[in-house]
């Protein structure tokens, strides 16, 4: 069974970067078909999609975030992480890595508890 | 890119049958076989219910089924009960290799 987990800090002051990590447990992050997503939630609204990895390194984001987005993978680790820089308080979101499987058919079919960054000062 | 659009309120009482709607364009829904839904309690994480416009991963209730026409997909629950509950979300992938979500619905049952 696939198990993805978030960890980084909860709070991120603005102006400064979001750092995120998923470490993924019972699965390869270099399995084919496989895309390794970050997906995130504003408190009380709707899921937004961030962008994605794959094990060669080749990134997909959000067009609105890829200014401000780095997306980077240790499949030594089976971890990838997310940097987001120059933060606001709208980045405030539960944060989901998620497996995104890719291909011949796309969903999102692992994900990851979540966890809350809260942009403040 | 905006988000896809779904009603933000269904509802329908035990037993019933309810169907949410997910409305794209032709660069996304309307293009390709690859609708997903999503079903999210309070404070959980999103569980994938249907891939593929319509297709069940194993586990999940063939209460649950999916279809699409044009740039429009649906999701029906019959035999609607308490536990299905929760806000549910389309996914859709995009011509630009994107992926995009709906923008949630939130399922009573009465």
């Known amino acids: 069974q696939v198990q993805l987990q978030e960890s980084g800090p909860g709070l991120v002051k603005p102006s400064e970067t979001l750092s995120l990590t998923c470490t993924v447990s019972?699965?390869?992050?270099?399995?084919?078909?496989?895309?390794w997503s970050w997906i995130r939630q504003p408190p009380g609204k709707g899921l937004e999609w961030i962008g994605h990895?794959?094990?060669?390194?080749?990134?997909n984001y959000n067009a609105s975030l890829k200014s401000r987005l780095t997306m980077s993978i240790d499949t030594s680790k089976s971890q990838f992480s997310l940097k987001l820089s120059s933060v606001i308080a709208a980045d405030t979101a539960v944060y989901y890595c998620?497996?995104?499987?890719?291909?011949?058919?796309?969903?999102?079919?692992?994900w990851g508890q979540g966890t809350l960054v809260t942009v403040s000062s | 890119q905006s988000a896809l659009t779904q009603p933000a309120f269904v509802s329908g009482s035990p037993g019933q049958s309810i169907t949410i709607s997910c409305t794209g364009t032709?660069?996304?829904?309307?293009?390709?076989?690859?609708v997903s839904w999503y079903q999210q309690h309070p404070g959980k994480a999103p569980k994938l219910m249907i891939y593929?416009?319509?297709n069940r991963p194993s586990g999940i209730s063939n209460r649950f089924s999916g279809s699409k026409s044009g740039n429009t997909a649906s999701l029906t629950i019959s035999g609607l009960q308490a536990a299905d509950e929760a806000d549910y979300y389309c996914?859709?992938?995009?011509?630009?290799?994107?992926?995009?979500f709906g923008t949630g619905t939130k399922v009573t049952v009465l």
């Open positions: 593929d416009v319509n």
């Open positions: 998620a497996r995104l499987e890719a291909g011949t058919s796309d969903y999102f079919d692992y």
């Open positions: 996914g859709s992938y995009t011509s630009s290799g994107t992926r995009l």
């Open positions: 990895i794959y094990a060669s390194g080749n990134t």
């Open positions: 019972g699965g390869s992050v270099n399995s084919a078909n496989y895309y």
């Open positions: 032709s660069s996304d829904v309307g293009a390709y076989n690859y």
